[in-house]
Structures are given as C-alpha cells and as structure tokens.
C-alpha cells in the first residue's frame, strides 16, 4: 500500500541562523518539529559572493530531493532565485561587492559526514554554505517534505 502523496503546502520550514533551529511548521502554522543546525561561516551575515561560505537569507523552495553519498541526504533548495539576485544586484550597484562577483548556487539542507554529527552538537560551521543537520533528522526531513516545501532562512 502506497502513502499518500503530501502536496507542497502541507508544511513549511523557518531556519532561524541565529538560533542554530530548524523548525516545521503544519499549514495552519503549528509546530511540527524543530532540529539543531549549522551553517558555513561563524559569520551569520547573508550569503554575499560565491565562495564565501554564508548560507543565503529569503525565501525559497525546495526543488529536489536525493539521497547523498557523502551527506546522507540533500534537499535542493531554489538559491539563487529572483529574490537573490535581486539584492545581489543592488550590493552591486552600490559598491557592497564586486562588479565581477559571482552569486553562487548549490544551496540546500543535508545531513554531515558519517558518523560526524558531534558537528552539529558542537556548533561547528563546516558547510559551503548549505544547512546541515544530524543524519538521522535529515532523513525525517527528506521522507515528510515535498518538492515545493516553501523555507526561509532567517538571520
């Protein structure tokens, strides 16, 4: 007997960087689950150039999902969207960052190497930029959220 199909909006995720949480929330905006993560960079500022190893602030959605060899599991996430490259291009225009800048991509939730989750409880930044959690709620996030999923990263 097959499960049956989540559409996108049954549930949505707020990373809280300064918090270090992942949390879950239902479409009526109930809690569901929350998880410890880590980031790239111990600066928690926004994802500026590519290379920089800051995970990037928005909104944005989750557009594929696969099992990984190194990192268990990763959920892609949409960046660099129309939002990105909004501000990208302003931090351009006004100095912020170089005219010959790269913005970046690659960007998504996945869990750490194995047997390396003492990563998250340590807080330790080791990412490129993406969100990284333990292995095993990494695959609870993979099996409850759909392509589609709406997160957003928050400073």
Not at 75 to 99: C, M, Q, T, W
């Amino acid at each position: 007997m097959s499960q049956p199909k989540v559409d996108k909006d049954a549930y949505y995720v707020v990373i809280k960087k300064s918090d270090f949480t992942l949390t879950v929330y239902n479409r009526n905006h109930v809690w569901v689950s929350r998880y410890p993560v880590v980031f790239g960079s111990k600066d928690l500022g926004d994802k500026m150039i590519a290379g920089d190893r800051k995970t990037p602030e928005g909104t944005f959605h989750i557009v594929s999902k696969k099992v990984h060899s190194k990192w268990c599991r990763f959920l892609a996430l949409d960046y660099p969207n129309a939002e990105s490259y909004e501000k990208f291009n302003e931090r351009k225009a006004h100095g912020v960052i170089s005219p010959n800048a790269s913005i970046g991509g690659g960007i998504g939730i996945h869990g750490t190497w194995p047997h390396e989750d003492f990563a998250v409880d340590n807080y330790q930044p080791w990412t490129e930029g993406c969100i990284s959690t333990k292995n095993e709620y990494v695959i609870e996030l993979y099996n409850l959220l759909p392509v589609g999923t709406k997160v957003i990263i928050e400073p």
